[in-house]
């Protein structure tokens, strides 16, 4: 390596460190992913002496603008959903039912689940921990809410609108919604599967009463806008099928969603229509998380025009790698996810990682975003579910959730390899 690789290399960890440790710090990760973003092209720009810069940094510009308007119009569509109260319809059906708590803790697991498949993980997460807090008290309460986590990022990981892996990597064209779907729903199932069948043998039945909900009735005007919403959601996918990158349809989707809140405002002015903001919704978006996300790809993008992700690529996977080291690198890096964040993570795959089949991509998918469920701190989810249960710490979670995530994980990779084998090899 040569010095200035080195230097990079050392700010890149350092601030890496920092992120990791963010808490401690009492330090905004965007604010740090920012600074490493522009420092490190700084360096690019000064010691680098590359050709094209201005190329690179185009290219860099249009992958960053394809997320973060991706990830803008889905969280502000989630917002409308909110606003909407469809979560709020779905815990009072759930109430509706008079389940136990062994059986209830299934409908709340595979509830996120499904929902981490159609939103994201992490809306999921928060939405159906709010939930579980009125079915469950103590220790059922801590065990449903890692369930929670483990279900919502194996969810996510078959969806190319699931989670933030699947976004960067579906956006980056490394496989498209049908192979992601038919090669990564199986493994992702059998996680859940199993991981929901050893942690419900955990639920106690106990006498606790939950809260008694109130069930919500929708009008029509308000059908209609969740169902624009929820058309909304698929328009990436169908844009894709015409080669018209996938935040067109979500942009359009909101465009549209706008205007029928707009106008219902009028023609049927209920309180619910006329609460509504647009500009309120995507304000409460997290802008931080875009921020960081911004901060990170430039980073990577300035790694890799110094040749340190080409040096990456040749220390994991070889410099002709074979696909059982692909696949056994892709499980590693699943476990390290646990650990560091899965931004920068698959990032820097997208960029080393020099293969066009799309199943190891799937893979890498699958590993990296459920792989963070083995640690409470590896995923947003978790982070997330720590500081909306009391006393779900890092050893609590460790304790309840370590091994069902780790059986499962285990499986799912297992069950991928069968797969591949008999499918796809």
Do not use: C
Not at 29 to 50: D, Q, R, T
Not at 210 to 239: D, G, H, N, W
Not at 310 to 334: K, Q, W
């Amino acid at each position: 390596m040569t010095v200035l690789q080195i230097i990079a290399t050392t700010i890149f960890i350092g601030g890496y460190i920092l992120i990791s440790l963010e808490h401690e710090f009492k330090l905004n990760k965007a604010a740090i992913a920012l600074a490493i973003g522009g420092f490190l092209w700084l360096l690019v720009a000064l010691f680098g002496h590359i050709e094209g810069i201005d190329h690179i940094l185009t290219e860099t510009s249009a992958e960053i603008f394809e997320i973060v308007m991706f990830l803008l119009s889905a969280m502000s569509l989630v917002e409308i959903l909110v606003h909407y109260r469809l979560f709020d319809i779905v815990r009072g059906k759930i109430f509706e039912f008079g389940l136990s708590e062994q059986k209830q803790f299934l409908v709340v697991a595979l509830l996120a689940f499904i929902f981490s498949g159609a939103i994201d993980n992490l809306t999921t997460t928060i939405v159906m921990i709010q939930i579980a807090r009125k079915f469950f008290k103590g220790e059922n309460l801590l065990r449903a809410g890692a369930m929670i986590v483990i279900a919502a990022n194996a969810g996510g990981a078959f969806s190319p609108i699931g989670d933030v892996t699947t976004i960067m990597l579906w956006l980056a064209g490394k496989f498209d919604t049908l192979q992601l779907i038919s090669q990564g729903f199986l493994p992702s199932l059998v996680l859940f599967g199993v991981a929901v069948t050893i942690m419900y043998r955990q639920i106690t039945n106990s006498s606790y009463d939950a809260t008694k909900e109130i069930v919500t009735t929708l009008r029509k005007s308000e059908k209609i806008i969740m169902a624009l919403v929820f058309i909304s959601f698929t328009l990436p996918i169908m844009m894709s099928f015409i080669s018209l990158p996938p935040f067109l349809g979500l942009a359009l989707g909101l465009g549209v969603v706008w205007i029928a809140v707009d106008l219902l405002k009028s023609v049927a002015p209920n309180e619910t229509h006329l609460s509504a903001s647009i500009e309120k919704f995507i304000s409460q978006t997290d802008i931080p998380a875009l921020k960081f996300f911004i901060g990170i790809l430039l980073a990577v993008s300035a790694l890799n025009s110094l040749g340190i992700l080409e040096l990456l690529s040749s220390t994991i996977f070889g410099h002709d790698p074979t696909v059982t080291r692909m696949i056994i690198g892709n499980s590693t890096l699943g476990m390290i996810s646990a650990v560091l964040d899965n931004v920068p993570l698959t990032a820097i795959t997208i960029k080393a990682l020099h293969t066009s089949i799309s199943e190891l991509w799937v893979l890498l998918a699958l590993t990296v975003g459920t792989g963070g469920s083995l640690l409470i701190i590896g995923s947003a989810s978790g982070v997330i579910a720590m500081g909306l249960i009391e006393g779900l710490t890092s050893k609590k979670y460790f304790q309840i959730a370590f091994i069902p995530a780790f059986v499962g994980y285990v499986a799912a990779i297992a069950t991928w390899l069968i797969q591949y084998l008999i499918f796809f090899s």
